[in-house]
């Protein structure tokens, strides 16, 4: 059985930061692609970021370029998120995603498995 537990979440200060991990079990994790998307409420779910198999390549939404840090420990199977400069529009729940290609995709209908996802709060 697959499962993806992220944790890491929290209420944080604008300008602060957070680091969101996805621990990954059932599944061998270093031939997934994995990605990080988040959803506000009212809104669609939106792609965050994503990286590779061998984290070698690493993508980001533009809103989030030069704040967000993916990357991913094979030897650990987990995924991070860090985020810094965070802001109130970044308030959202996130989730992780595992893709079955090497590359991933920013699309979240083609990623296989989900975890529950973390709740990121960012106030002024």
């Known amino acids: 059985q697959v499962r993806l537990v992220e944790s890491g979440g929290g209420l944080v200060q604008a300008g602060g930061s957070l680091r969101l991990s996805c621990a990954a079990s059932?599944?061998?994790?270093?031939?997934?692609?994995m990605g990080w998307f988040r959803q506000a409420p009212g809104k669609e779910r939106d792609f965050v970021a994503r990286i590779s198999w061998s984290g070698a390549y690493t993508y980001y939404t533009n809103s989030v370029k030069g704040r967000f840090t993916i990357s991913r420990d094979n030897a650990k199977n987990t995924v991070y998120l860090q985020m810094n400069s965070l802001k109130p529009d970044d308030t959202a729940i996130y989730y992780c995603a595992a893709h079955t290609s090497r590359l991933g995709s920013r699309n979240w209908d083609e990623y296989a498995y989900w975890g529950q996802g973390t709740q990121v709060t960012a106030s002024l």
């Open positions: 059932g599944l061998t994790f270093s031939s997934y692609a």
